[in-house]
């Protein structure tokens, strides 16, 4: 499964300044298994819908769903990847990933196992015992999409998560993103500004107009993968 409805949804923030409608009326699908990209320009509503999704955000009007269910809080079906990486600075490559595994109650040495595995997918063997200070960004969010993927989760949403990369690191990312989505059959949510990538790694791309940020157009990508 991992399967995501977005039914006409709204979020409004309220402020000292008054209520912000951030996102209304939008209504999208992830089939399980699917890569769907989000386009739109900065303000849109794209985060907020993320948020929402990954159980941070209450909706203000209409549904959330994953899986049929409509989502009450964070949970480990769901992993979130941000532009700005999110490493325990203090535990080491393995650890960090290992964390992410605790909570599934996993014995010590099946825990060190399987985050050895993740972390070869993802080309990291090399620094398992590296601390995140020592790495380059791109090794950074390496280490967060295997921390995210640990848990087991049915759906990965990612939010500009190579914006802040140069284009070659870039590059090696999202064959990476793509290798362990084929992998590991779940269903990716990708939210960028960048028209080409979410060409080049989706079966599908939702555009996303300026705020209040309906979706205007719903794309077939036929081309093939990396
Ligand atoms: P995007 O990800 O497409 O750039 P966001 O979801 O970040 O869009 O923002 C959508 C709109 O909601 C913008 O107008 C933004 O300023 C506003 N917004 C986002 N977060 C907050 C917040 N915490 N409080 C108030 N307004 C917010
Ligand atoms: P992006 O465009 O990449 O989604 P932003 O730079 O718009 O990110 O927002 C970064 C952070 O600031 C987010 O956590 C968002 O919720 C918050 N934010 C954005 N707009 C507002 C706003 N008008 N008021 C308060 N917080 C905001």
Same mark, same amino acid.
Request: glycine share 12%.
């Given at each position: 499964?991992?399967?995501?409805?977005?039914?006409? #949804?709204?979020?409004?923030?309220?402020?000292?300044?008054?209520?912000?409608?951030?996102?209304? !009326?939008?209504?999208?699908?992830?089939?399980?298994?699917? *890569?769907?990209?989000?386009?739109?320009?900065?303000?849109? &509503? =794209?985060?907020?819908? +993320?948020?929402?999704?990954?159980? #941070?955000?209450?909706?203000?009007?209409?549904?959330? +769903?994953?899986?049929?269910?409509?989502?009450? !809080?964070? !949970?480990?079906?769901?992993?979130?990847?941000?532009?700005?990486?999110?490493? #325990?600075?203090?535990?080491?490559? $393995?650890?960090?990933?290992?964390?992410?595994? =605790?909570?599934? &109650?996993?014995?010590?040495?099946?825990?060190?196992?399987?985050?050895? %595995? +993740?972390? !070869?997918?993802?080309?990291?063997?090399? *620094?398992?015992?590296?601390?995140?200070?020592?790495?380059? &960004?791109?090794?950074?969010?390496?280490?967060?999409?295997?921390?995210?993927?640990?848990?087991?989760?049915?759906?990965?949403?990612?939010?500009?998560?190579?914006?802040?990369?140069?284009?070659?690191?870039?590059?090696?990312?999202?064959?990476? +993103?793509?290798?362990?989505?084929?992998?590991?059959?779940?269903?990716?949510?990708?939210? %960028?500004?960048?028209?080409?990538?979410? $060409? #080049?790694?989706?079966?599908?791309?939702?555009?996303? %107009?300026?705020?209040? &940020?309906?979706?205007?157009?719903?794309?077939? $990508?036929?081309?093939?993968?990396?």
């Amino acid at each position: 499964l991992g399967k995501i409805e977005i039914e006409d #949804f709204g979020l409004r923030y309220e402020t000292a300044n008054g209520p912000v409608d951030a996102v209304s !009326g939008v209504s999208l699908t992830v089939e399980p298994g699917e *890569f769907v990209s989000i386009i739109g320009p900065s303000g849109c &509503g =794209k985060s907020t819908m +993320l948020n929402a999704l990954a159980g #941070f955000l209450k909706p203000t009007s209409g549904a959330v +769903l994953v899986d049929g269910r409509p989502v009450e !809080g964070p !949970g480990a079906d769901r992993g979130m990847i941000f532009q700005q990486y999110s490493l #325990f600075p203090w535990m080491t490559v $393995v650890q960090n990933v290992e964390f992410g595994l =605790k909570m599934k &109650g996993l014995h010590r040495s099946e825990r060190r196992r399987q985050a050895r %595995t +993740l972390l !070869g997918l993802a080309g990291l063997s090399q *620094f398992e015992n590296h601390y995140p200070d020592g790495l380059s &960004g791109g090794m950074k969010q390496r280490v967060g999409i295997v921390r995210a993927l640990a848990t087991g989760p049915r759906i990965l949403l990612l939010d500009e998560p190579f914006g802040a990369l140069d284009a070659q690191t870039r590059l090696i990312m999202q064959q990476i +993103l793509t290798n362990m989505w084929q992998r590991l059959k779940i269903s990716v949510l990708f939210v %960028t500004h960048d028209i080409d990538e979410a $060409v #080049f790694l989706s079966d599908r791309v939702y555009v996303m %107009t300026a705020r209040p &940020g309906a979706i205007k157009a719903e794309v077939a $990508v036929p081309l093939p993968r990396p």
